[in-house]
DNA sequence: GACCAAGTTTCAAATAGTGAAACCGACGGG
DNA sequence: CCCGTCGGTTTCACTATTTGAAACTTGGTC
């Protein structure tokens, strides 16, 4: 989280700062960041002064400890509102839901990992916003595989370059080549499957949702355990969670672009 | 929106860039951004691309237009998490609704704004992150004048100088003193109402939530209609209120800081 | 094929950022 | 009571980054 390797400008490590206090829980001390970061005392300095001038960092007065702004979930407000699938997604996730009654996920691709950005859950009732910005690794999710699957070669690439490939179970796919075979395999079916990659027990079937241009948006996917569902049952469900990813993905080009073609 | 007194150095042009693209609903062109900043072709298209190769804008390649990036989504789940006194005070919002039935509003000051950060709807079931992050106007709503009333004199200067005093009913507080000795009622009181003076028919009662120190750390409110019922039966919940901000504000401080005094 | 609008690049001048070091106030022994 | 230290803040000469007018592409139109 503290690797960087170009920060360009100042923005970029004013943002690198902002993120240095996210990565922590809770308010941090100002030595606390000046260990932690590479940036000399006065610069540091600088940058949290400019980030809480702007509203993006808080400093309590008491402790002297900064956290991150109200700037910023304003900002979170409407990131979440215009950038994300979730308030276009919503209504066919609740569809979704209904129709399997298993766990569903929506996410979208951030720098080779996993963004989740909305999700029903099976059992208990939906929680608030907390359960979504969660991050998870792109190799071994269902779908992490799904959006692998579709990205460009630069993209790809990329992306891979920033996979740990840690061997979370046993069916972790946990080299690269395997990891190429299984994306040329979710290419040919048109789903991905997590079997088991990530947590033992828990078993997906994922699938991409592409642009008209052939873009990777997003991924949407239908979670269940061994204990309650086998990956047939599951993949029955394929052809229904591509048919509402279609639907996400056609809703999503009229609503951000009414006046286009 | 447009309105920078202020924007000290390239990180506040930059975040002041987030905030236009923000403001909008919908992706944006760069040529329309262009007519509504003040800055130059070459500048803003610079921090255009500083925001997008840092992630926190996200440049459509098919229509080239720009959108919040998936690292302001990113970040937005840490502030909510951290910064807001959403998480901390979900359950109490929840007793409080029980309790009462009615309309519950959590919020928080951003520059002379309320920003409601979370709320508990009397009639339909929970909505997501959607609802939060919402801003409105201090003077005429009764967490805005909560929180204005126990601000130390600079603060509440700061704040009193971004006030529109528009009147958005008849009941509305139009003028700075009006507003003052409004305050001093609510210190003496201990409590705020909103006598319709935000919208008609809508009236609330809202208490300060106040750390330790005494420093204003958020509002609380109940909000209901003249239709359903009077200031008088609201004023009964006062107490209640009371006891629940103060319970937030105790979490609040040990969740913040567990390790301090 | 010339014209226009939108987006991208250039380059010298000027501004804003840098960071070693000095400074300050609070704390805690000795 | 004084001295050393620790967290935080400020200074200031040095430099790298940012600036923005203008030139240049690109792609679409008449």
């Known amino acids: 989280m503290a690797a960087e390797g170009h920060a ?22 100002f030595s606390d960041l000046l260990t932690q970061s590479a940036y000399p005392k006065a610069t540091l300095y600088r940058l949290l002064q400019t980030l809480t001038h702007q509203g993006m ?36 996730l609740d569809e979704l839901a209904a129709k399997t009654g298993e766990t569903i996920h929506l996410a979208q691709m951030d720098l080779g990992q996993v963004l989740y950005v909305d999700k029903r859950n099976a059992a208990k ?13 792109a190799y071994c999710t269902g779908v ?21 490939f840690y061997r979370h179970t046993p069916h972790t796919l946990a080299s690269r080549e395997a990891l190429l075979a299984e994306l040329q395999a979710i290419r040919t079916r048109g ?34 355990t061994t204990a309650r569902t086998t990956l047939d049952t599951l993949g029955a469900l394929a052809p229904t969670i591509k048919d509402i990813a279609a639907k996400i993905a056609a809703e999503a080009e009229s609503w951000r672009f009414p006046e286009q073609v």
């Open 57 to 92: 960092l808080t400093l309590d007065p008491d402790t002297g400890a900064y956290a991150l702004g109200v700037r910023l979930v304003r900002l979170a407000h409407a990131a979440w509102a215009q950038s994300s699938l979730a308030p276009i997604a919503r209504p066919y």
């Open 191 to 224: 789903h991905a499957w997590d079997r088991e990659e990530h947590e033992t027990g828990i078993i997906c079937c994922a699938v991409p949702i592409l642009s008209r241009s052939g873009r990777v948006i997003g991924a949407l996917s239908v979670t269940s």
């Open 125 to 137: 009732p939906v929680e608030m916003f907390a359960q979504a910005g969660k991050v998870g690794p």
């Open 144 to 164: 992490g595989k799904a959006m692998l699957a579709y990205l460009p070669p630069e993209a790809l690439e990329a992306a891979l370059a920033r996979q740990s």
């Open 8 to 29: 360009d400008g100042t923005v970029g490590k004013a943002l690198d700062v902002l993120d240095m206090v996210a990565s922590h829980g809770r308010p941090v001390r």
